[in-house]
């Protein structure tokens, strides 16, 4: 059928699927439902909705946001459900910092093949961030239809690295579905976490320089690459720019010991290191440093094991991130396409939008995404650009600065001290309060 799904409703938790003669405890949340919507002939995007679990208010009385991560291929039902943002971590236990503490959240693997969504071809897979805003408008319009109950519920869209970039095409095309009447949501705004929006902006070696990562002849190796790539973007050659960027990529790598893109702080693990045998293609670099470390080996044994078994919806013949790579391989020629003028659409039409950046990612530094903000045409960045930010106390410490932001209008910047591109995994407590603040329950 077009559209199917499941829901699971307990009053205690529960231990299910419980194999020959190890016991995988997946504990079981108050209220959530999964499922697939065909989006197009011969693709299958599944979705996955914990209910908010709070003990001071009810569902209907909280917002619903739905994450949408990167890559393109990475599992928003797998890395942000179980690494960031979900009731439980890898290792199924409760997450203290849980979003469904203040939010039900819709996870969603997105693109097609991405996850345990799956194309029945690989001709079906999206090519770009606008087939990718249409195949979202058709599972969007299932869901509304089938959970009534979150029509008039405040709807947020939260996104990580390239789910950032999806987010924004999707929130245009959503905010036109909702005026047209065509999708029944009461969408409140967008919010683009440590997001792809600008990849040209990103392009520069400041950050790599100025955190004492390159001497004068690295500098210089890096400075040669990066022009590479604006070179192939000037000249519209997207697909070409993907390649030179693999390449800068591997540049800034072979000068810096091999630098976690991620978080500059943290070291890369063994699996992650460039060899000779990694690196054979531009697009295998690519693919090793923006799809495997969401897709570590201890994950995909979790979501092809006890998850699958416990959803039971997923096909006999679909393995969870199989066809991840694929994704991205389908996407490379719009890789490094700006999406820039879209959010200004959306500022445009009145939609709420937030940018949050982490101080310590490399891969989506701070400055890069300052510098596509202070192009935006919007009739308040004047305004936004003389403001001072704000700082906002450490959940976790006392008396020291978690973050600072800045919001005017409709529009909002969070930097996020100590944390990388994955800001909830890495300040959980912050994003946490960042969600509230973002969804005005602050």
Avoid at 322 to 348: R, T, Y
Wanted: charged share 20%; hydrophobic share 40%.
């Amino acid at each position: 059928p077009p559209f199917s799904s499941r829901t699971t409703v307990v009053t205690s938790w529960l231990l299910l699927n419980c194999m020959q003669t190890v016991c995988s405890c997946v504990p079981v949340q108050a209220k959530e439902s999964w499922g697939y919507v065909d989006v197009r002939e011969g693709a299958h995007m599944f979705w996955w909705l914990y209910y908010a679990n709070s003990s001071s208010a009810s569902y209907k009385d909280l917002p619903l946001v739905m994450w949408l991560q990167g890559g393109p291929g990475g599992s928003s039902c797998g890395f942000g459900n179980f690494e960031e943002i979900g009731p439980l971590d890898r290792d199924l236990k409760p997450r203290g910092t849980s979003w469904v503490r203040a939010a039900s959240v819709l996870f969603v693997d997105n693109p097609v093949g991405t996850g345990y969504s799956y194309t029945d071809t690989e001709d079906a897979l999206a090519k770009d961030v606008a087939m990718v805003a249409s195949d979202m408008m058709v599972l969007l319009k299932s869901f509304f239809s089938l959970k009534t109950e979150f029509q008039s519920i405040p709807f947020f869209i939260f996104s990580e690295s390239y789910g950032g970039k999806m987010a924004a095409a999707i929130s245009l095309e959503l905010t036109k579905a909702v005026q047209a009447g065509s999708i029944k949501c009461n969408f409140a705004g967008v919010a683009l976490g440590d997001s792809w929006i600008s990849p040209i902006d990103l392009c520069h070696q400041t950050p790599v320089d100025q955190r004492s990562l390159l001497d004068d002849n690295g500098l210089d190796e890096v400075t040669k690459a990066a022009n590479a790539v604006l070179e192939a973007v000037k000249q519209g050659q997207y697909r070409k720019a993907t390649d030179m960027w693999s390449i800068t990529e591997n540049v800034v790598e072979q000068n810096t010991n091999n630098v976690n893109f991620y978080n500059i702080l943290t070291q890369n693990s063994d699996e992650m290191k460039t060899s000779s045998d990694q690196t054979s293609g531009f697009l295998s670099s690519l693919k090793r440093r923006h799809i495997h470390p969401l897709h570590r080996q201890s994950l995909s044994e979790l979501m092809n094991g006890p998850i699958r078994q416990k959803l039971g919806v997923i096909p006999k013949n679909v393995t969870w991130g199989g066809q991840a790579e694929a994704v991205f391989e389908s996407m490379a020629g719009d890789f490094m396409k700006p999406v820039v003028d879209i959010v200004d659409q959306l500022l445009a039409a009145g939609a709420n939008v937030t940018v949050y950046n982490g101080q310590l990612d490399l891969i989506v530094d701070t400055v890069g995404q300052e510098i596509w903000v202070k192009r935006l045409k919007w009739d308040g960045l004047q305004y936004f650009n003389k403001m001072k930010w704000t700082a906002l106390e450490d959940p976790q410490t006392e008396s020291q600065t978690g973050a600072f932001y800045k919001t005017y209008k409709n529009f909002a910047f969070y930097w996020i001290l100590k944390a990388g591109h994955m800001i909830p995994s890495d300040q959980g407590p912050m994003a946490l309060r960042m969600l509230k603040m973002v969804t005005q329950q602050e």
